[in-house]
Each structure stands twice: as structure tokens, then as C-alpha cells.
């Protein structure tokens, strides 16, 4: 029912949208410019950033063969160069046609091909492969794509993103487009990008994925947290690349 | 008094957390157990604090105790405290003249705004310390992922 | 329990070198609660020592007030070539170890 009205919000919404940018790509901000010099300090300390913690064992595990085939992600990828996969995601599946993240990828690579178990969303290993694939692009400009297929979930995702929702009856447009950089209690509000993701949050004390992010801000509007997993964060995750279009990624980032 | 010269007097109060934290000598129960009683001097010893937390789960400290770290004369240990911790004794270093340098970084947890002490231990068993106030502020939202 | 060290990997003898420990570890407090309201039992790495070469030349008592996942910054002489190695054990009884090896010339 929920993804009906969405849709029909987008459809509605799509001529009058056209592409309108609310923040211009040379006014883009990544979460750690908001930040305290501390954090940014640590983030850019590759020895003492926590999330290196799961850069690292994601290295591990992607030379660990798993499930029934005991191929490891090496076996195929061999010495490939993973730098600006991370960039790409969420992208539309080729086989499926499906949108999928990047937690969706590897755990489309575990089942179909590995004949492993697929990881769950926040386990470590998920979020240490995902750390590590996204470590590769470091630096790499978000370079999602949002033609054909992709068009229609990322119409929902913006649809999704100006929604008002919940308690507090905010969208995330309420503060991301429109209040950043402005005080929320003692913490500025930064405009709401996925590029340093998985990252390490210290309001969590350890690492955590997009959706997990994305799960947190709904429980701050008093809003309904949905599974992980969900259609809804998925074409929403398109919508916020595009949105970051040219930041580059920060993972693991290092968030308060 | 108007609301408006209260909130002001307030603001101005947590604008300067130095200054409403005097700096007076560690309580003697919160030490005690390392000291017995002995006198704690200020001095030596720099503990270095950010005045603004990011975040109470993750604050990064530098304790730094000034001291030639010879076999005759060195740091024995250095001890972190809290006065609003659950657990007051956060910490013990042990350190000795193969440190070369008495120097501690690590990452604490602080709950809530206070002041943190160090006191060092020294070969010669004088006790030594510094203190520095820090404001921890809440999470501005609600988070239950 | 996933670990990380960062030493020199050469030095000078009598050179005072940095050392670095990062330690993968929820550092559990005893003091939350989980979903349903139940307190999720402590458990902390309670103490962290370091070797050179068999030698003790730092420990650490820890408690629930060092942040999760444990970082520790401290210094030791380098006195001769070897490996410096650490080791540490929380509540649960849980024992962790890592080394690093550095080479001391002169």
C-alpha cells in the first residue's frame, strides 16, 4: 500500500521535479565537514580509525573460501581492481534486473555462486566485506546511474526523501536540504550523504551500514523503522547518490 | 528576571566550563586507594582533553608526565579518573624506564560533563596530577537502529 | 579478537619509538539494556600487557571507561631487534594476542 502511494507521489511529482538539485555539486558537503577536528583526525588516521578494524577482516574474508563450492570472492575476482565498484552501487542488477546495494551484490555472489549463506545486514562479516569493497573506491567520486531501469526506483527514492513521516512529521528534505549546517541542539546538521558508508558511529560503538544509518534517522523523526533490506531504503540509497553525484567515498567513515 | 536574561546568564555559564570547574586538588576517596592518604601535588603531569566532546562514548585523552624516565628516576604508573563515571578508576598505566617517554593516548568514555584527573606515580613515590574539564552534551536525536 | 600494531619497523637502539594497539572489542559497559529490558552483562578487556622480547614493558588495567574497540598509544626503548608482543584477556575470560616484530640496528 505504502509503495503504491509512493509511486503515485513520484509519478505525480516527476514532471514538476524534473532534475532540480537542492544542494548545488559544488556546494556538496561530506558528513565529516560537519564534524569536529577530532573526528575528522581520527577518520583520516588509517592506523587508529575503528572501522580499519573491518577494512581489515573484510581482506581477509574476501580471500576465504565459503559454502558449498568453497570459492572464495578472489577465486573469481582474482587480482581485480575493485576501485570505483563501491561508487557505482545501488545500480540494477544485469541478470535479475533488480536494484541492489552493494550488501545486496555481495550477498547475490554468496548465493548464486558461492552456494553460500547470504550475510545478514549488520553481522560483521557483511559489514567488514562491504568496508572492504568500498575501501577500494576511496576517493573515487559516486558515479550511480539513474537511466532506464534505475529511473523508476529512483523517482520512488526522491518521493521517498521529500515524504514528511512520522511523530515529528519530517521529511528528510526538512533537515537535510533545507536546515543544513544549521544547529540541532548541540550538533550541526549535515546535509545527508551516504559516502562515508559502512562507517564507524560512535553513537553505536561500532560499524554500521547505510541502512542502519538510515534506520536511525527514522527513530530520531519518531518514525516507523522498516527491515532492512527494504525496497523503500533501496531506491531511497539511489536517490541519495544521486544526490551525492561527485562526492567522493570516505568509507570507513567516522561519524559521532 | 526575564526569561531572556536567564537563558543568557546560562548559555554564558556553559560557554566557559573552565571557569565553573575550579581547579582544586582530586578528592582524597577518589584516589585514596592509590595514594593512602599521601599528599597529591599538582604539577608534572599534562593531561590533554578536547573542551567539547564529540560524542561521550569515544573522547580522546593524552596524559604526558614530564620526567627523564631514567632507572633512577621515572614514572611508575599513571591513573585516570572520573568523578561522574559509574566506575571512577577508569584506568591504569604502568610504565617503568623502558618507556623511554611517559606519554598515554587512548579513547574514554565519559558520562556526561565533568573533570577528569591523572595522577602519576613516581620512582621515588611522589604522587603528581593534572585535571581538565570537559562539556558532554547528549545526542540531539533518538536513535534505536 | 581482531587486533591491530603499529611499531616502526626498523629503529635505532636507544631510539624511544611510538606503539600503537587498536583492538576490535565491544567493551561492553554492564550498564545497558538490550530490546526486551534486560541488562546486557559487562564484559571489558580488564588488562592489556606488552612484551619485548619476553620482557614486560607496559600493562594496563582497563575498565568499562576506555571506549569500545580499545585504542592505547604508548613508548617503549628500542633496545634490540625481536618482537614485541601483546596480550590481553576481558571478563569473560577471553584471551587475545598479537605480535610485531622490529628490527633494532646499531
Same mark, same amino acid.
Given at each position: 500500500?505504502? *509503495?503504491?502511494?509512493?509511486?503515485?507521489?513520484?509519478?505525480?511529482?516527476?514532471?514538476?521535479?524534473?532534475?532540480?538539485?537542492?544542494?548545488?555539486?559544488?556546494?556538496?558537503?561530506?558528513?565529516?565537514?560537519?564534524?569536529?577536528?577530532?573526528?575528522?583526525?581520527?577518520?583520516?588516521?588509517?592506523?587508529?580509525?575503528?572501522?580499519?578494524?573491518?577494512?581489515?577482516?573484510? %581482506?581477509?574474508?574476501?580471500? %576465504?573460501?565459503?559454502?558449498?563450492?568453497?570459492?572464495?570472492?578472489?577465486?573469481?575476482?582474482?587480482?581485480?581492481?575493485?576501485?570505483?565498484?563501491?561508487?557505482?552501487?545501488?545500480?540494477?542488477?544485469?541478470?535479475?534486473?533488480?536494484?541492489?546495494? @552493494?550488501?545486496?551484490?555481495?550477498?547475490?555472489?554468496?548465493?548464486? $555462486?558461492?552456494?553460500?549463506?547470504?550475510?545478514?545486514?549488520?553481522?560483521? %562479516?557483511?559489514?567488514?566485506?562491504?568496508?572492504?569493497?568500498? *575501501?577500494? &573506491?576511496?576517493?573515487?567520486?559516486?558515479?550511480?546511474?539513474?537511466?532506464?531501469?534505475? *529511473?523508476?526506483?529512483?523517482?520512488?527514492? $526522491?518521493?521517498?526523501?521529500?515524504? $514528511?513521516?512520522?511523530?515529528?512529521?519530517?521529511?528528510?528534505?526538512?533537515?537535510?536540504?533545507?536546515?543544513?549546517?544549521? *544547529?540541532?541542539?548541540?550538533?550541526?546538521?549535515?546535509?545527508?550523504?551516504?559516502?562515508?558508508?559502512?562507517?564507524? $558511529?560512535?553513537?553505536?560503538?561500532?560499524?554500521?551500514?547505510?541502512?542502519?544509518?538510515?534506520?536511525?534517522?527514522? &527513530?530520531?523523526?519518531?518514525?516507523?523503522? @522498516?527491515?532492512?533490506?527494504?525496497?523503500?531504503?533501496?531506491?531511497?540509497? @539511489?536517490?541519495?547518490?544521486?544526490?551525492?553525484?561527485?562526492?567522493?567515498?570516505?568509507?570507513?567513515?567516522?561519524?559521532? | 528576571?526575564?526569561?531572556?536574561?536567564?537563558?543568557?546568564?546560562?548559555?554564558?555559564?556553559?560557554?566557559?566550563?573552565?571557569?565553573?570547574?575550579?581547579? =582544586?586538588?582530586?578528592?582524597?576517596?577518589?584516589?585514596?586507594?592509590?595514594?593512602?592518604?599521601?599528599?597529591?601535588?599538582?604539577?608534572? =603531569?599534562?593531561? =590533554?582533553?578536547?573542551?567539547?566532546?564529540?560524542?561521550?562514548?569515544?573522547?580522546?585523552?593524552? /596524559?604526558?608526565?614530564?620526567?627523564?624516565?631514567?632507572?633512577?628516576?621515572?614514572?611508575?604508573? /599513571?591513573?585516570?579518573?572520573?568523578?561522574?563515571?559509574?566506575?571512577?578508576?577508569?584506568?591504569?598505566?604502568?610504565?617503568?624506564?623502558?618507556?623511554?617517554?611517559?606519554? /598515554?593516548?587512548?579513547?574514554?568514555?565519559?558520562?556526561?560533563?565533568?573533570?577528569?584527573?591523572?595522577?602519576?606515580?613516581?620512582?621515588?613515590?611522589?604522587?603528581?596530577?593534572?585535571?581538565?574539564?570537559? =562539556?558532554?552534551?547528549?545526542?540531539?536525536?533518538?536513535?534505536?537502529? | 579478537?581482531?587486533?591491530?600494531?603499529?611499531?616502526?619497523?626498523?629503529?635505532?637502539?636507544?631510539?624511544?619509538?611510538?606503539?600503537?594497539?587498536?583492538?576490535?572489542?565491544?567493551?561492553?559497559?554492564?550498564?545497558?539494556?538490550?530490546?526486551?529490558?534486560?541488562?546486557?552483562?559487562?564484559?571489558?578487556?580488564?588488562?592489556?600487557?606488552?612484551?619485548?622480547?619476553?620482557?614486560?614493558?607496559?600493562?594496563?588495567?582497563?575498565?568499562?571507561?576506555?571506549?569500545?574497540?580499545?585504542?592505547?598509544?604508548?613508548?617503549?626503548?628500542?633496545?634490540?631487534?625481536?618482537?614485541?608482543?601483546?596480550?590481553?584477556?576481558?571478563?569473560?575470560?577471553?584471551?587475545?594476542?598479537?605480535?610485531?616484530?622490529?628490527?633494532?640496528?646499531?
Amino acid at each position: 500500500m505504502r *509503495r503504491l502511494a509512493l509511486a503515485a507521489v513520484a509519478l505525480a511529482a516527476g514532471v514538476a521535479f524534473a532534475q532540480e538539485r537542492a544542494i548545488a555539486p559544488g556546494e556538496l558537503k561530506s558528513g565529516s565537514a560537519f564534524r569536529g577536528s577530532g573526528l575528522r583526525a581520527l577518520q583520516n588516521d588509517d592506523f587508529a580509525n575503528p572501522g580499519m578494524l573491518w577494512v581489515e577482516r573484510g %581482506e581477509k574474508l574476501w580471500r %576465504e573460501p565459503a559454502g558449498k563450492k568453497s570459492l572464495a570472492c578472489a577465486s573469481c575476482h582474482k587480482d581485480a581492481n575493485m576501485r570505483g565498484v563501491a561508487a557505482s552501487y545501488p545500480k540494477i542488477e544485469k541478470a535479475g534486473g533488480k536494484l541492489v546495494n @552493494l550488501e545486496g551484490r555481495i550477498n547475490l555472489c554468496r548465493a548464486g $555462486r558461492m552456494g553460500a549463506e547470504p550475510l545478514r545486514y549488520e553481522s560483521d %562479516e557483511l559489514l567488514a566485506l562491504t568496508a572492504y569493497v568500498a *575501501r577500494q &573506491s576511496l576517493g573515487a567520486p559516486i558515479a550511480t546511474r539513474i537511466d532506464g531501469a534505475a *529511473r523508476a526506483h529512483f523517482e520512488v527514492g $526522491r518521493a521517498s526523501y521529500h515524504l $514528511r513521516r512520522g511523530q515529528m512529521n519530517l521529511s528528510c528534505a526538512h533537515c537535510h536540504d533545507a536546515q543544513w549546517g544549521k *544547529r540541532l541542539l548541540s550538533e550541526t546538521i549535515s546535509q545527508g550523504h551516504p559516502n562515508a558508508y559502512p562507517a564507524y $558511529r560512535m553513537e553505536w560503538q561500532t560499524m554500521g551500514s547505510l541502512e542502519r544509518r538510515l534506520r536511525a534517522c527514522l &527513530s530520531g523523526i519518531r518514525a516507523e523503522m @522498516l527491515p532492512y533490506g527494504s525496497q523503500e531504503y533501496l531506491d531511497l540509497e @539511489l536517490y541519495l547518490a544521486w544526490r551525492a553525484q561527485g562526492l567522493p567515498i570516505e568509507t570507513p567513515g567516522v561519524r559521532r | 528576571m526575564k526569561r531572556r536574561d536567564f537563558l543568557a546568564g546560562a548559555a554564558g555559564a556553559l560557554a566557559f566550563p573552565g571557569a565553573a570547574l575550579a581547579q =582544586v586538588d582530586p578528592p582524597d576517596q577518589l584516589v585514596r586507594a592509590l595514594t593512602n592518604g599521601a599528599p597529591v601535588r599538582k604539577g608534572k =603531569v599534562t593531561l =590533554v582533553l578536547p573542551q567539547l566532546a564529540d560524542n561521550g562514548n569515544s573522547v580522546p585523552i593524552r /596524559i604526558t608526565v614530564d620526567s627523564p624516565m631514567t632507572a633512577a628516576d621515572h614514572v611508575k604508573s /599513571i591513573h585516570l579518573y572520573s568523578e561522574r563515571n559509574p566506575v571512577p578508576n577508569m584506568a591504569n598505566f604502568y610504565l617503568g624506564p623502558r618507556a623511554g617517554k611517559a606519554e /598515554i593516548d587512548s579513547r574514554v568514555r565519559l558520562a556526561g560533563s565533568q573533570r577528569v584527573t591523572a595522577v602519576a606515580k613516581l620512582s621515588d613515590g611522589s604522587f603528581w596530577y593534572d585535571a581538565a574539564p570537559i =562539556v558532554v552534551t547528549l545526542s540531539a536525536c533518538l536513535d534505536e537502529s | 579478537m581482531a587486533a591491530r600494531i603499529q611499531i616502526p619497523r626498523e629503529a635505532k637502539r636507544g631510539e624511544v619509538i611510538e606503539v600503537r594497539i587498536l583492538i576490535q572489542h565491544p567493551m561492553e559497559t554492564g550498564y545497558r539494556h538490550d530490546d526486551v529490558g534486560h541488562l546486557i552483562k559487562r564484559n571489558v578487556i580488564n588488562v592489556l600487557s606488552c612484551r619485548y622480547n619476553g620482557v614486560e614493558v607496559f600493562r594496563a588495567d582497563l575498565s568499562s571507561g576506555i571506549s569500545a574497540n580499545p585504542y592505547v598509544q604508548f613508548h617503549t626503548v628500542a633496545e634490540a631487534s625481536g618482537d614485541l608482543e601483546f596480550s590481553w584477556i576481558d571478563d569473560e575470560g577471553e584471551r587475545g594476542s598479537e605480535r610485531q616484530s622490529i628490527v633494532v640496528k646499531g
